[in-house]
């Protein structure tokens, strides 16, 4: 049996839609603390990756509202289920973006990502 060579050389490299598609995965994934933080860390492409940076400060932005929200829900615990229905919506919203392979931030606190720089 006689098998064709192929004349094209293997590239090393990720075809660009492999690398949309890890860098959706990476962003789908910072929604679920801390896992894709984590991935974001480790992999040097996902630090290239536009789309999986706008989620990491999109996400780092919802845990520190999810912070401050706690503080304020421990002082007027009246206030938990509405805060976290909040904060539920927010992170919804989010990973809704995320799977659409969006880069639209959370309504009301995402504009806050812009500050980080990195």
Do not use: R
């Not at 919203?93 to 990195?118: C, D, N, R, V, Y």
């Amino acid at each position: 049996m006689v098998t064709k060579k192929s004349s094209k050389k293997a590239s090393k490299k990720a075809s660009p839609k492999s690398e949309a598609g890890s860098g959706k995965a990476c962003a789908v994934l910072q929604y679920f603390f801390p896992i894709g933080q984590i991935w974001y860390l480790a992999d040097e492409n996902m630090k290239k990756n536009a789309l999986a940076k706008f989620h990491l400060k999109q996400s780092l932005v919802l845990l520190l509202a999810y912070i401050l929200v706690n503080i304020v829900l421990f002082i007027l615990p009246i206030l938990w289920p509405i805060g976290q229905l909040f904060l539920l919506f927010l992170w919804i919203m989010g990973l809704i973006h995320s799977i659409k392979g969006e880069q639209k931030e959370i309504p009301l606190i995402g504009k806050f990502a812009s500050h980080f720089t990195f």
